[in-house]
């Protein structure tokens, strides 16, 4: 799948990787939740994701452009689990977490805890680049939103009444004493983005409404670096699932981390993580790992996980199911 070419830039011959993008919309999705307008409506916005991505990218754009060009598109859309259509907390409010983490230079931003701020990868990115910090929570980091002109909406945007629902559901299931693990999986579904652009450089991307009842002031693992979001200059992750043991596995590090020391391939090391230590802790979910080789995979644990990528063709490929096959992924 890994292509190098070579293009002359200012009279100089440099080395010029096949774009590649790859994308996740959450690890909670469970057949018996989903009607098949939900299956269309999800692969439809995927697909469109990926477009928004990969068109950045043949554009000859940075991977961080194509990222949060994809995840944009992934926040608007109220299928999934960030931006418009993000789940509630215990108090019946959508508190939003993003980051951004470019391989190439090792900057990254993030935010946590907003309630208005229309898509939180913009507001990530622009932590990352026009701070001088790396994380910004709640009130503060909304301040500096409008400082910086991204675009703030009434917090009713983002509530859809599929989410207010679960949540409802999650209330009633917590005053039975149902534990979480027997409740079903769609307690999360955030989305993610990877890119490898022309140049060989990789930039991760993730952003969450976080777990359905989550209390107040819980931060997932989402826009936290090196526990679901990190890229250095040879692997790249966005993670999904119970946060809380992605944090204690830093688990996006922990993968490229071992790729880079132990020389394990991509899948081997995202396979570790997502389908050894997670599980082995109690937790689950799913990650997207895409390493500057272009060799990727999207493992994850539980029955479904909106995934897919986009390479040299320009044609979008989306998956959802365990058993749905997806050309490409190391799986
Ligand atoms: N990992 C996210 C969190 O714990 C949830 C998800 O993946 O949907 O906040």
Redesign the pocket.
């Known amino acids: 799948m890994f292509e190098r070419h070579y293009a002359v830039r200012d009279g100089v011959l440099v080395s010029m990787a096949s774009p590649l993008l790859v994308i996740h919309g959450?690890?909670?999705v469970e057949r018996k939740e989903m009607t098949p307008a939900d299956e269309d409506a999800a692969r439809t916005a995927l697909a469109a994701a990926l477009r928004a991505g990969h068109a950045q990218l043949v554009a000859g754009k940075p991977a961080a452009d194509a990222v949060t060009a994809a995840i944009t598109v992934l926040e608007d859309a109220p299928q999934f689990?960030a931006g418009r259509g993000a789940v509630f907390n215990h108090d019946g409010r959508n508190e939003l977490?993003a980051a951004l983490m470019d391989g190439a230079s090792g900057k990254a931003g993030a935010v946590a805890g907003v309630h208005r701020v229309k898509n939180p990868i913009l507001l990530a990115r622009t932590v990352m680049e026009k701070s001088r910090h790396v994380m910004m929570v709640g009130a503060g980091a909304e301040a500096f939103a409008k400082e910086q002109g991204v675009t703030l909406v009434d917090p009713k945007y983002f509530r859809t009444d599929k989410r207010w629902q679960q949540l409802q559901k999650a209330l009633r299931d917590e005053a039975a004493g149902v534990a979480l693990l027997d409740v079903g999986r769609n307690?999360?579904?955030?989305v993610g983005a990877l890119a490898l652009d022309v140049q060989g450089r990789l930039a991760a991307g993730t952003s969450?409404g976080?777990?359905t009842n989550?209390r107040y002031g819980r931060?997932?693992?989402?826009p936290i670096i090196g526990a679901?979001t990190w890229a250095d200059d040879r692997c790249a992750v966005s993670?999904?699932?119970?946060?809380?043991f992605?944090i204690r596995d830093a688990a996006a590090h922990e993968i490229c981390a071992r790729v880079r020391l132990s020389g394990e391939s991509i899948a081997r090391a995202a396979r570790g993580v997502i389908n050894g230590d997670i599980p082995k802790a109690g937790g689950d979910?799913g990650a997207i790992a895409l390493a500057s080789d272009g060799s990727f995979a999207l493992p994850f644990n539980t029955e479904g996980m909106y995934r897919g990528w986009i390479g040299a063709d320009g044609e979008p490929h989306v998956a959802i199911y365990a058993q749905d096959t997806l050309r490409g992924d190391q799986h």
């Open positions: 959450g690890a909670g689990n977490d307690y999360f579904g955030t969450t976080g777990m989550k931060i997932g693992d989402s679901g993670g999904t699932g119970w946060g809380e992605y979910g």
